[in-house]
Each structure stands twice: as structure tokens, then as C-alpha cells.
């Protein structure tokens, strides 16, 4: 695990909307494309990968979301000890999905920030720096979508009304944060 400060240092609180970054998670990138890597993944983990565009699934210990035909971040629910990046699941994945040339698997737990928003402002926020349109997607739980927000690359979950899950690249996220700090003052 990577020894990093918290793009968001305290919760941040406005009118409608709070913001908090969610650590540590653990996240992982899994890619393959056949039937039998479909298989091994919902063996291995007890949970099948959305196959329809933009949605997700669930369960009691993960959730998986949609990025592309042969692409799906897998993270972890609850937050886990920060003193290792050593994960049952990652060395589960591995042993049933790479070494048997099914698929990659890939930890990008310290490259992407989880930052979880709540309130009834969450997409007003979002419509003042992305081109997205978000009017559907706000209103069906468990969609995702990859959009640009304030030119910076982003994932967002719609977990539920009112409580998104944002993943943005370490490298954006002081940036990406101070814009939605400063635009929130202003909702």
C-alpha cells in the first residue's frame, strides 16, 4: 500500500451534498472475454459480472462495474485494513483466472480515489463540468458511466438515489476535488 495523504482531508459538507473520500478500498481491474473467464470469475467471487453496458451487480462483500465488452473494476464494500496490499480476492482472481490463461487481473487500488457523494445536488454538481447527460442515469440505481468531468477522466456509480461512488485517477483527484469544492460552495 502506498504511503499517500487523503485528497479529501475531512468530509466536506454543503446544502445538499457531502462528500468523502472512501479509503481503503480495494479495487481491481479484471479483463477477459470468454465463457470460461465469465465462469471462473462468478466461482471465484460468488457474483456474476454485469454483461449489459453501463451497470453493475452486487454482493454482500463486492461489487463489480461495467466498463467495456471484456472490462470490470471489482471493489471491495467495506473498507480494509491500510497496512498491506495483500487481497484474498487479487490472489483468488490470479490463481483462477491467470494462471490459467483466462483473463488479466490487475490491482489499481492506489491509482484510483473513491470519493462518495450523498444529497439531492450530487448531479447539479456533475451538469456544471460534464457533458454527460445525466437525467436518466440519476434516477436507475446501479448504472455507471465513464464521462469527463472538468476535463479530467472519471467513473461514476449511481449506488443509489442520492449516493454516488466517483473513481478518479491519484493524479487528478487534488485537482478534480478543489473544482467540486469550490463549485458546491456555489450550488
Partial sequence: MLNYSN????????PGL??????????????????????????????????????????????ALWLSPDEWMIFSNEIL???HNNYDVEKLLNKNICKTNLGAVTDVTDQFVLINLKGDKIFDLFETGSPFNFNDFKSKKGLVTQTILTKIDIIVHNQDINDVNLFVRRSFSDHLFSWMNDSASRL
Fill in 81 to 83: 485494513k491500510s497496512d
Fill in 18 to 63: 457531502q462528500m468523502r473520500e472512501i479509503k481503503p478500498v480495494m479495487k481491481l481491474i479484471i479483463r477477459g472475454k470468454k465463457r470460461q473467464f465469465l465462469s471462473a470469475v462468478g466461482k471465484s467471487l460468488n457474483l456474476l459480472l454485469p454483461n449489459e453496458a453501463n451497470t453493475s451487480s452486487r454482493s454482500d462483500q463486492l461489487t
Fill in 7 to 14: 485528497v479529501i482531508e475531512n468530509d466536506k459538507s454543503y
